[in-house]
T-cell receptor, first 112, second 113 residues
Framework: QQPVQSPQAVILREGEDAVINCSSS?????VHWYRQKHGEAPVFLMI?????EQKGHEKISASFNEKKQQSSLYLTASQLSYSGTYFC?????????????FGKGTHLIIQP | DAGVIQSPRHEVTEMGQEVTLRCKPI?????LFWYRQTMMRGLELLIY????????DSGMPEDRFSAKMPNASFSTLKIQPSEPRDSAVYFC???????????FGSGTRLTVV
């Protein structure tokens, strides 16, 4: 089953923060986050494994609540380059035995 | 590494024709995935392979779709006969099952007229 992402779209001014949520009805082994710019392929941002860890990558970080089967992506002090569509992808079994099931995406627009 | 390589980048074909999409995964990656992306349905997993063996093809929409992976460095997705509703961007992705996620190819934009 497809994870549900919210919000569907966000418009921000440069420097503002954003949170994108991803929720699944199934028990999850991992959550992946990807960013896709228009006309390009999705690009891997980070992976979170069950255990509730939080990961960070410069000003982009994420958390994973295994019990609630939810993950959130945090973008702080957003930059123009952060614009794009963000997808979460979920996996129920580890080790690559599953293919990722992606949410429908969150469109993020950063304005100067 | 050149990344995941897909060909062709664009394909325009007439309804009823056979279409073959090609993918070369990253060397050393043992998992390969075919996705289809449309505005309406988003990114849909069609089929994936582990060590060249098809694991789950439940996402393949119809018998008109077939996929093969004859060796670790090549996979094809074939549509025969093609229909206008098959128009989409088809992505191939590969993974080594570690914490580095999937690497996607640039995609093939298929238009069936």
């Amino acid at each position: 089953q497809q994870p549900v992402q919210s919000p569907q779209a966000v418009i921000l001014r440069e420097g503002e923060d954003a949170v994108i949520n991803c929720s699944s009805s199934k028990a999850l082994y991992s959550v992946h986050w990807y960013r896709q710019k228009h006309g390009e392929a999705p690009v891997f941002l980070m992976i979170l494994l069950k255990g509730g860890e939080q990961k960070g990558h410069e000003k982009i970080s994420a958390s994973f609540n295994e019990k609630k089967q939810q993950s959130s992506l945090y973008l702080t002090a957003s930059q123009l380059s952060y614009s794009g569509t963000y997808f979460c992808g979920t996996e129920s079994t580890g080790g690559g035995a599953d293919g990722l099931t992606f949410g429908k995406g969150t469109h993020l627009i950063i304005q100067p | 590494d050149a990344g995941v390589i897909q060909s062709p980048r664009h394909e325009v074909t007439e309804m009823g024709q056979e279409v073959t999409l090609r993918c070369k995964p990253i060397s050393g990656h043992n998992s390969l995935f075919w996705y289809r992306q449309t505005m309406m349905r988003g990114l849909e997993l069609l089929i994936y392979f582990n060590n060249n063996v098809p694991i789950d093809d439940s996402g393949m929409p119809e018998d008109r779709f077939s996929a093969k992976m004859p060796n670790a460095s090549f996979s094809t997705l074939k549509i025969q006969p093609s229909e206008p509703r098959d128009s989409a961007v088809y992505f191939c992705a590969s993974s080594d099952g570690t914490a580095w996620g999937y690497t996607f190819g640039s995609g093939t934009r298929l238009t069936v007229v």
